[in-house]
């Protein structure tokens, strides 16, 4: 029962007894049988009336107890739901933080890809920029010569090489046989090694061929295939005039490079110049590698070119990881000189060592002995109260070098592998 039921119960009680005792006194005051049982009527419906305020006293209480215990219930109920759900927060709280993860991841691939199609992107444009100048190169051989050049100094740019850095334009030198040559552009690795690149590819019967429509009579296409037959002979006789030249032996007579790459590439500046020449003669590929030529399109140029770049960021790292190890010898040496001199010095302390202990012997037997008895047969003159501080030897001599690496003679103890864990 709580306050509330307690406070209505006293209060009906309270009530009851007051109208009980008014009735009481009028009854005692009344002489009248008529009043009397009016009086009694009155009490019993005043009965009547507490005892239904208490009632309602009590189903109010029930009621409020009821509304109490459906509150502490459901409150027990939302704290064991919020405990329940604790760990599906945490849960929550992790799956967040690895959705931000893969978010970050995912900005970093756009990245990735971001760039990796700004590269295609930049080759696309190389492409295009070759295919609609195209129709004016190939009408005129100086011209063509000129724009191969062209579009291989950009290509070799676009690979992020730098020219008299990584690649030479224009070389001249003489081959084995004395004859003046000169490459349109040499390549150069790592090593001091270098790589010549021509650019004349032969085109002006391609040109031909390409102008003839693809709906044409008999008497065109059989000009077209005749005219890419000039152009597949063209092609070969050219792989033979650049073999027949020796690039390479020129190269070699560069100060420092004995051993040049005995191979040229030979640049095809228009992927579907390459493609139409290959589809028309496939063996011009093999007939090229015979002769040490390599024949390339921008496409695949590209792809050496970004192949030699990763290749000279590793001979950097080679490079410095080789510097490392120089360093490393070169203080293993002289760590060896440093502990020749100690173990010089630490013969040199305890030979001092060994003089002092037969200085301090010498004493002991041949002047301590003398001159202690010239005091006693002073009587007393030379004798002030000091004594003779006694003189020890000795006992402690240096610690010696035990690793073989340390000692003169290189037979030192052997490494421990713990000690060096």
Known sequence: MNDFTVFFTVGALLLGGAIGLVIGQRLKGSGSPADTLQLEKDLAAANATVLGLS???????????????????????????LQELAPVQENIRKMQQKVDDLERERIG???????????AKNTNTILANNTSALQNALSNNQARGKWGEVQLRNLLQSAGMTPHVDFLEQFSGSNAAGDLIRPDCIIKYPDEKYVPIDSKFPMQDFERAIRIPEVASTEDEKSRKNYMKAHTDAVKKHIKEISGKNYYTALSSIEGLES???????????????????AEDPTIMEFAFSNQVALVSPNSLFGVLRTIQHIWRSAAQEET????????????????TVASHAAKMGTQLDGAV???????SSIERNLLTTTRDL????????????????????????NKFTKAELTADGEGDEEDPKALA
């Open 321 to 336: 990881i080789r510097d490392i190890l120089r360093v490393g010898v070169d203080l293993y040496s002289r760590m060896r």
């Open 354 to 360: 060994a003089a002092y202990n037969s200085f301090v």
């Open 375 to 398: 005091n006693k047969r002073s009587l007393g003159m030379l004798d002030d109260n000091k004594p003779i501080v006694d003189l020890s030897e000795l006992s402690e001599t240096t």
């Open 55 to 81: 009632a309602q006293v009590a189903e109010a209480a029930r009621e409020r107890q009821e509304r109490d215990e459906r509150a502490k219930a459901e409150l027990a109920e939302q704290n064991k739901i």
């Open 260 to 278: 040049a790459p005995e191979f040229t590439i030979l640049f095809v500046p228009n992927d579907g110049v390459l493609a139409a020449t290959l």
């Open 109 to 119: 691939q756009f990245n990735t890809i971001k760039t990796q199609l700004d590269e």
